[in-house]
């Protein structure tokens, strides 16, 4: 089991950029494929961006494509969404997310994950 705390949210003005953390506990970080989701009042959670659980793949939603960066560190058992080039569309909750599979589908439903973080806010300035 994993446990999942993310941080780094906030206010920021349109064209800014946000660094987010999410620290996860245990022991086999390395086995788990990691997400990235965002859920905004009164809409579904959307998919981000995922790395596999080796950091070699990723895979971003067509909306921040180009515009962030997803990223891990397995010996600090912690993965990263640097967002840039920030719009006030991208404001939402945003979620980290867990899954125990090293294999080689990127998995982008939030059905795939079985671990979630309890999410930080970030919000963009018009």
């Known amino acids: 089991q994993v446990q999942l705390v993310e941080s780094g949210g906030g206010l920021v003005q349109t064209g800014g950029s946000l660094r987010l953390s999410c620290a996860a506990s245990g022991r086999t970080f390395d086995l788990y494929a990691m997400g990235w989701f965002r859920q905004a009042p009164g809409k579904e959670r959307d998919f981000i961006a995922t790395?596999?659980?080796?950091?070699?793949?990723?895979s971003y939603a067509d909306p921040v494509k180009g515009r962030s960066t997803i990223s891990r560190d397995n010996v600090k058992n912690a993965v990263y969404l640097q967002m840039n080039s920030l719009k006030p569309e991208d404001t939402a909750v945003y979620y980290c997310a867990a899954v125990n599979y090293n294999g080689p589908i990127l998995r982008t439903r939030p059905s795939d994950y079985d671990y979630w973080g309890q999410g930080t806010q970030v919000t963009v300035s018009s």
């Open positions: 790395i596999n659980s080796g950091g070699s793949r990723t």
